[in-house]
């Protein structure tokens, strides 16, 4: 079955400063990767995916991520951050046989003025 | 706009009553799920839905019920039976299972 683990379930950077979000999955085949964010009381906007090809691939609001086959990863970056970014990030897999979609548990950002 | 839509945006339930959360869907989308989210955590898959009158259960099924009678509807029922109800509740579709969800704005369901 696929999992999910996002390592840091808080983190607190200042404004300006690099951001780097943890994401591992499991799962058996080449999967399809997603990341997400959500502000408070608000649905989930995707930031970026990922299915093949590259393994950088740029998303929205200057954030991109890494697709690391040999480490299971798929971390999200943003060089530096805005106020605006602080919010609650999920990492999700799905499967290519269209069966089954999994979300890790967020990781909440907060940004320093 | 092609999009989701989630309503009443917040929901008040009296204690043995059903409620039912609606979520339409504009965007031709044949897969259709239902998550439950608790503060401070991840998302629970309640139900999803691959195809028009078919339905499976998810992670946390017990005391909801829905109903895919079409393909851009996918209502949600909390029942009595579920003791603990407060919650935010997300509503997703995807072209099909396992590839990019869409997230409607969400309900927020209080009990009184």
């Known amino acids: 079955a696929q999992s999910v683990t996002q390592p840091d379930i808080h983190i607190t950077v200042s404004e300006g400063a690099s951001l780097e979000l943890r994401c591992n999955y499991s799962?058996?085949?080449?999967?399809?990767l997603f990341w997400y964010v959500q502000s408070p009381g608000q649905g989930l906007q995707l930031l970026l995916k990922?299915?093949?090809?590259?393994?950088l691939v740029q998303g929205i609001k200057g954030f991109e991520a890494e697709f690391k086959r040999s480490q299971s990863s798929f971390n999200l970056r943003k060089p530096s951050v805005h106020w605006s970014d602080a919010a609650e990030y999920f990492c999700?897999?799905?499967?290519?046989?269209?069966?089954?979609?999994?979300f890790g548990p967020g990781t909440r950002l907060s940004v320093l003025p | 706009d092609g999009g989701i839509t989630q309503s009443p945006k917040y929901l008040f339930r009296k204690e043995g009553q059903n409620v039912t959360l609606s979520c339409e869907q504009n965007?031709?989308?044949?897969?259709m799920y239902w998550y439950r989210q608790d503060p401070g955590q991840g998302l629970r898959l309640i139900y999803y839905s691959q195809i028009v009158n078919d339905f499976q259960k998810g992670d946390i099924a017990e005391g909801y019920s829905v109903s895919r009678e079409k393909k851009e509807s996918f209502p949600l029922t909390v029942t009595s039976a579920q003791k603990n109800p407060t919650a935010f509740y997300l509503c997703?579709?995807?072209?099909?299972?396992?590839?990019?969800?869409?997230f409607g704005p969400g309900t927020r369901l209080l009990v009184l």
């Open positions: 799962y058996g085949a080449t999967p399809y």
């Open positions: 965007l031709n989308h044949d897969a």
């Open positions: 999700a897999v799905g499967d290519n046989y269209g069966q089954n979609f999994v």
């Open positions: 997703a579709s995807s072209i099909a299972g396992g590839e990019t969800q869409y």
């Open positions: 990922y299915f093949s090809g590259d393994t």
